[in-house]
Every structure is written in C-alpha cells, then in structure tokens.
C-alpha cells in the first residue's frame, strides 16, 4: 500500500515509517499542503494522509477520485478541513478520534499556569539577570471557578486535572456525560452562566456551525471582568477580533491561544524573518497578556506515536476488510460517526 503523506513535518516521519514499515505500508513524504495545486503529486498512491491545515474541498475530492485515491486518512481528530458533505458516497474519510487527551490538557494547563505566574516574563527577565518582582503577581488556582466547554476525553481530563489544583468547574456540552457531575464540585451549566461566574474558560470542543465563535463580543460581555481564556481546540471557536477588543477593554485579564482561526496561513513555518501580514494576530502576540503557541498541544512523543498507530490501522482495517470504525460520514447533511464503514 502506498500512501501520499502532505504537510509533512520532521517531527512526523520516525513514527509513521515504523508502523508502517510494520505493516507493508509505504509512505510518500511531501512537505507541501494538499490543495488544489498540489493535489497531482497524489498520482499512483492508493491514499492521502492530511492534517489540519491541508485544504480538502470539493474540487480536491473530484481530483483525488479522478486519480484513483480511495480513501483520505485524518491524523488528526477534527475534520472541519474535509467538504465531508460533498466527500460522502465518493471517497472514504477516516480519522483518528483520539491520540491523547492528556497531550492537548496538559498543555492548556501548562499555558494557564505560565500565563497567571508570568512564567514567560520571569524567563526573560532572569536571561537579563533581572530579579526584580515588580508586575509578577498572579493569583491562586485553588478554589477558582473555571468553565469548561466541551466534555470529551480532552475536557473531561483537563477538568481532572483542574480538580487536582482544587478548582470548581462549570460544564457545558451539548450532550453531557451522565458520570461527570457530582453535584458539588463538578456540574453542568448552561452557557450563559458558565460565562457569568467563570474566573477561567477553556475551550475543548469540536469546530460546528453550533459553536463557531462561540467566544464572540456578546459572550465576552456575559463574562466576569477579568477572564481568562484558553483555547486547544479549533481556532474559529473564538472570534479573534472580539478577543481583541476584550483584551483592550480589560474585560479579558488573559488568554492563552494555541489554535487561531486563520492559523493555516502561518503556523508550522518560520515567519521570524518576514513581516507579519495579519494585523489581528501580530495585535494579539504583542499584548502583554497574550500567551501563543502554534498548534502545538498535540506534540509529544505519545501523541505522534498514537497518531501514526492508528492512522495505519484505519488504513489497514479499510483496505482489508472495506470497514473502519474511525471513518466518518455525512448521511442528510448531518455529521456522525460510521460504525458499520459502509459508506457506498
């Protein structure tokens, strides 16, 4: 089996060889991204393996089913790249639904920390031999309320480890899992007041059109002065320009931005020696209390080696057997998960 593999990174390469070094699979390394430009170099490979910012509309389709492409292999858990509408009945789409939720949590709980104990500003000062503690107050973790949008495996683990730092938390998801709350420290809220009484609100759900800006100028209004924000999922969770004016206006005390909505244009590259175009973003990386980082929570050595595992038994389990219980489908217009892989 051979497989066209875009967006290649060099952080990607060791695992994806060993698993599929193992199991007969041969991949095509292309730093380029898939798009309409690029999607030729897919000729004579039985699938393609994309991430986040590989670009999968209708006429990329057309062109990988002209070529002879039978399926599309996600490494990644979101699929808001992927015309999964106009993929359905054409061309299989699989995905990998879960690496680990301990990767993306941690590092929201490692971005949240280094924002509040000005962690970041005390590395440079002390490069400078400054030891001056003159701005560097932060505030306790400990029986602070945060909001936690989004209950799946990465929000329910960051909600643990919330509760390990003595925090209440607030939930809210569209279909909230019956073993959460406890009715005390852990519970379900409607939006509006997770909004209303949230110190901290962190963002782990899916990109829909449900909750497209579900951070936007009215609900940063509905929020406690002060706010902190962290987002680990999607970047058009949160409409960066209301960001903006939430931070000016001092009503968000903090955020901490792992995924923005035009990051496709930038991250995974070094711009460090060009000028930044996007005016929003330069905006945001300039404020004192802004914490960026380029889609990164996912990077550590058991997330990778997960991904590549799954991504070669998804691949396997569809050559093989015509199934794959990771494979997505649109039936009606409405996105859920095939069980039965039987999408012709």
Known sequence: MKIAFFDTKPYDIASFEKYGGDNGIKFKFFETKLNED????????????????????????????????????????????????????RIHVLRVPAYSPYAVAEHAMAMLLTSIRRIHKAYIRTKDFNFSLSGMTGFDLHDKTVGVIGTGRIGRTFISICRGFGMKVLAYDKFPASDLADGENIRYAELDELFKY???????????????HIIDEESLEKCKRGVVLINTSRGALVDAEALLGGIKSRKVGAACLDVYEEESDFFFEDYSGHIMEDDTLARLISMPNVIVTSHQAFLTEEALSNIAETTVENLIQLFETGQCPNELCYRKGNAEDCKTGKCF
């Not at 949230?198 to 497209?212: A, F, G, K, Q, R």
């Open 198 to 212: 949230s110190d901290i609100i962190s963002l782990h759900c899916p990109l829909s059109e449900d909750t497209y």
């Open 38 to 89: 690029t999607v030729d170099l897919a000729h004579g490979y039985d699938a393609v393996c994309v991430f986040v910012n590989d670009t999968v509309n209708a006429a990329v389709i057309d062109r990988l089913c002209e070529l002879g492409i039978k399926a599309i292999a996600l490494r990644c858990a979101g699929f808001n790249n992927v015309d999964m509408k106009y993929a359905f009945n």
